[in-house]
């Protein structure tokens, strides 16, 4: 009962270089998401996958891209990595959207540090 | 954009003092979770609320439920040292997109000894 398993835990990057954070989950949920968490402002969606072979842009994409490979796996991709990327990045699942009662289940994040 | 905002962002309380953290928006929220998080892990889902006016208990812990659904507060009573982390609300809109939560700023709460 692994839950939500995010790869790497911790990772430096330098400037314009690209890197795959990796996301999967073993609860056959549906949805899937992407945040980043920095002081002070919360958890920020930056896309969601609402089920396998959908993907939509949440608050914060610039910069981002995602892949749903199937239903357990969603993928963030940084293309060309910026100080400003700098971050703690979640991944998250949850029931259907009928079931948002019983929340996300999150991983234990990847810590990017951009230089 | 729908917004929630959290006060206060920083709680610091000795053991057994009693505290409440506050999560408002000017949107209607169809429900509402609380999260807590411990340091280098992602937040764990404690409750959620889903009717105007509803109040929920968790031991020590009250959760509310504004009657506008706009608003929820936590209260702990007689804080301990494992209370220590960060709460974050959370609102999921009442148009459901695609189930995404929007997220309060977080209070960092520390129980001194």
């Known amino acids: 009962n692994a839950g939500v398993t995010q790869t790497p835990k911790f990772q430096v990057l330098k400037t314009g270089q690209s890197m795959t954070l990796q996301c999967a989950q073993d609860m056959n949920h549906n949805s899937m998401y992407w945040y980043r968490q920095d002081p002070g402002m919360g958890l920020r969606l930056i896309y969601y996958?609402?089920?396998?072979?959908?993907?939509d842009k949440g608050e914060v994409p610039n910069g981002y891209n995602v892949s749903r490979l199937n239903k357990r796996e969603f993928s963030l991709r940084l293309e060309s990595a910026a100080p400003s990327q700098t971050s703690v990045y979640f991944c998250?699942?949850?029931?259907?959207?009928?079931?948002?009662?019983?929340?996300?289940?999150f991983g234990s994040g990847t810590r990017l540090t951009v230089v | 954009t729908q917004l929630l905002e959290q006060s206060p962002q920083f709680l610091s309380i000795q053991e057994g003092e009693n505290l409440t953290v506050y999560c408002n928006s000017s949107?209607?929220?169809?429900?509402l979770q609380w999260y807590r998080q411990e340091p280098g892990e992602g937040p764990v889902l404690l409750v959620t609320v889903v009717t105007g006016g509803e109040v929920k208990k968790l031991k020590r812990l009250t959760f509310q439920f504004g009657d506008a659904r706009k608003d929820s507060s936590l209260h702990i009573t007689a804080a301990q040292p494992g209370d220590t982390g960060l709460y974050l609300c959370?609102?999921?809109?009442?148009?459901?997109?695609?189930?995404?939560?929007?997220f309060g700023q977080g209070t960092e709460l520390s129980v001194k000894p």
């Open positions: 996958s609402a089920s396998e072979g959908t993907t």
């Open positions: 998250a699942s949850s029931a259907d959207r009928g079931r948002i009662y019983y929340g996300y289940t």
């Open positions: 959370a609102g999921l809109s009442i148009y459901n997109q695609g189930g995404k939560l929007i």
């Open positions: 949107s209607v929220f169809s429900s």
